[in-house]
């Protein structure tokens, strides 16, 4: 089955709606897999790090919000922001999965950021393990 795309504006709010706050879900056309709101509208808040050895606990943010440019409007498009900050561009999204321990989560694992982090010598570029302190 082919998927047909879709225009950004057709299923994402961004800058150039010219809107200040969240818009309501499925207020715009669904992607090609038939969900709403996956890109633009808002930031939506994930489980993984940011980068945990330079921002800490910060989350990573991904799929630009109603104020961003649509170029920036993309899953690719990683922003992150602390535990407890208040964001009004940042949402929040309830998945469920099934995982055989209760420390993963959309293959992150406290376990491998632990084993990551005791990696010495070269790293790949732009990556940092998080360091046990």
Not at 5 to 27: C, H, M
Not at 44 to 71: I, M, N, Q, S, T
Not at 75 to 84: E, K, L, V
């Amino acid at each position: 089955m082919m998927l047909t795309a879709r225009l950004l504006n057709d299923i994402a709010w961004t800058s150039e709606d010219d809107v200040e706050d969240p818009q309501i879900v499925g207020s715009k056309s669904a992607n090609a897999f038939g969900l709403h709101d996956t890109l633009g509208n808002v930031w939506e808040w994930c489980w993984d790090f940011l980068d945990p050895a330079r921002y800490g606990d910060y989350r990573v943010f991904r799929g630009g919000g109603f104020a961003d440019k649509p170029w920036s409007v993309r899953a690719s498009t990683r922003r992150g922001g602390a535990p407890g900050m208040s964001h009004p561009d940042v949402g929040l999204r309830f998945a469920r999965g099934s995982f055989s321990t209760g420390h993963a989560a959309q293959g992150w694992s406290a376990k491998s950021d632990i084993e990551r982090g005791r990696i010495s010598g070269a790293l790949p570029s732009g990556w940092t393990p998080r360091r046990q302190s």
